[in-house]
């Protein structure tokens, strides 16, 4: 079967492998999409903190079970998607219900090979039904599922003035979910183009272009009072350690974007808000759950959500060309 691999920074190719054979408990799904996402594009530029290559990377996952055990509940041609969090089950964070912080976690096209090929084989309860969503709207669950964890992590209420930094994808999702929680949602991204395809097409319509006067900008838009709850999906330290500044005394700061190096915060800053600090890593079953259910409902602008389509056979030759573009790519899928 035809693979796409990363054989080193700003190296990938199509080769080819073996099929492979599903063992005990484990499911074969045949690909159709695979969503393309931050991650891919870290990997592909050498910047991405947990990989070793060469990597077939791919987690953003949607296809049609090939073959299942006897007695699963999926069914040959059965659309699905994939939870790309394999977890052991026993550590300490899945014993506490948290498999997305699993100590042992293998992520697929991360610490293992992923789902840019044609066949995956997977554990069983790792795969997803997607029946009434299409392909496209099942490789997309997995990035939108970030965000909605992340909203979930937040606990936001109605009443709350939200902020989140970053407008792509993943601060996308969030900004989605938030407001479906009943949030007044600003978005704030250095990219003009991304905040008018939010505004014009997503039904996020307050947006502010990042600048030297930003905290100026956002207190004057909350009466000096700041946000309850800011997200920084930007993933960029600089930027995760400024939105400190943008968080109401009492309010919190959930950080979904995850770089290298060490992230330092002024601390009278920090203490005299008492800042309520959240990690936010991948996502959880219910995550996932609440995001078809979105979706079913016609909650999610999925159609606007994909910006580009890429054939898989293209992707050596489009990668990079999908990161010179980034300004005006939200969410690429590629075709296998």
């Known amino acids: 079967m035809r693979i796409i691999v990363c054989h080193a920074p700003f190296d990938v190719g199509i080769a080819t492998a073996p099929e492979p ?18 991650t891919d594009y870290h990997i592909f530029a050498g910047r991405h903190p947990f990989l070793a290559y060469p990597r077939v990377m791919g987690h953003e996952l949607a296809g049609e079970i090939e073959s299942a055990p006897q007695g699963s509940i999926f069914r040959k041609g059965q659309i699905v998607a994939i939870n790309p ?4 089950g026993t550590c300490i964070a899945c014993r506490r219900g948290k498999p997305n912080a699993c100590a042992n976690i293998r992520v697929l096209g991360v610490h293992i090979d992923g789902g840019m090929c044609e066949m995956i084989a997977v554990p069983e309860r790792a795969v997803i039904d997607a029946t009434g969503l299409t392909l496209d709207q099942a490789a997309m669950l997995e990035f939108l599922a970030i965000g909605a964890h992340a909203v979930s992590r937040a606990r936001l209420s109605a009443e709350d003035r939200v902020l989140v930094v970053g407008a792509g994808p993943i601060g996308i999702a969030t900004a989605l979910f938030a407001q479906l929680d009943g949030a007044t949602v600003t978005l704030v991204d250095r990219r003009q183009a ?11 319509d307050r947006t502010v272009l990042a600048g030297p006067d930003l905290a100026a900008t956002l207190a004057e838009r909350t009466d000096g009072e700041m946000f309850d709850t800011a997200f920084d999906a930007t993933g960029v330290l600089a930027a995760m350690a400024q939105s400190l500044a943008f968080v109401a005394n009492g309010g919190s700061l959930v950080l979904v974007g995850v770089t290298q190096g060490d992230l330092v915060f002024d601390d009278p800053e920090f203490h005299k808000r008492e800042t309520t600090m959240l990690a936010s890593r991948n996502a959880l079953a219910a995550d996932f759950e609440r995001v078809i259910a979105a979706m079913r409902s016609g909650q999610i602008p999925s159609d606007a959500l994909q910006t580009h389509k890429v054939e898989a056979e293209d992707l050596p030759q489009q990668i990079p060309l999908l990161i010179a573009e980034a300004d005006n790519v939200l969410k690429a899928i590629a075709h296998f």
Do not use: P
Request: charge should be positive; hydrophobic fraction near 40%; glycine fraction near 12%.
């Open 21 to 38: 054979v599903a063992s005990e408990g484990e499911v074969l799904v045949r690909i159709r999409r695979v969503g393309l996402c931050g």
């Open 85 to 88: 969090y394999l977890y052991c």
């Open 194 to 204: 991304r905040l008018d395809y939010a505004r014009r097409n997503l039904g996020l």
